[in-house]
């Protein structure tokens, strides 16, 4: 079993920026996501990071302007946002997914383990 915590989130005017934090305790995992879901809409996938390359990939609704990162010494993920928008609102969870877990990179169906989430608000 894999536990996550985060941290960061608040709120902040259209143009500002955020720093999510996410801790990941034991059991092992091959990559970690972050999700956003707004209400009423369907959770999305929002940018992944790989956990022994440090590569990423990241929606093109974010592409430029988010940044997710790892510390792998301590276990943690990091999201960096910049230029939010109002349509960034939303709960951002962090997930992670088993090695040879299967499933797409992209669907929430494919991350077992999952955050609580912090709220993130832009809004003038």
């Known amino acids: 079993q894999v536990q996550l915590m985060e941290s960061g989130g608040g709120s902040v005017e259209p143009g500002g920026s955020l720093k999510l934090s996410c801790v990941l305790s034991g059991g092992s995992y091959n990559r970690v996501g972050w999700f956003r879901e707004a209400p009423g809409m369907e959770r999305e996938w929002v940018a992944l990071?790989?956990?022994?390359?440090?590569?990423?990939r990241y929606d093109d609704a974010v592409r430029g302007r988010f940044t997710i990162s790892q510390d792998r010494a301590k276990k943690e993920i990091y999201l960096e946002m910049n230029s939010l928008k109002d349509d960034d609102s939303g709960m951002y969870y962090c997930a992670a997914a088993e090695p040879y877990g299967g499933g797409s990179l992209y669907s929430a169906d494919s991350y077992p383990y999952w955050g609580q989430g912090p709220q993130v608000t832009v809004s003038s």
């Open positions: 990071i790989f956990s022994s390359t440090g590569n990423t």
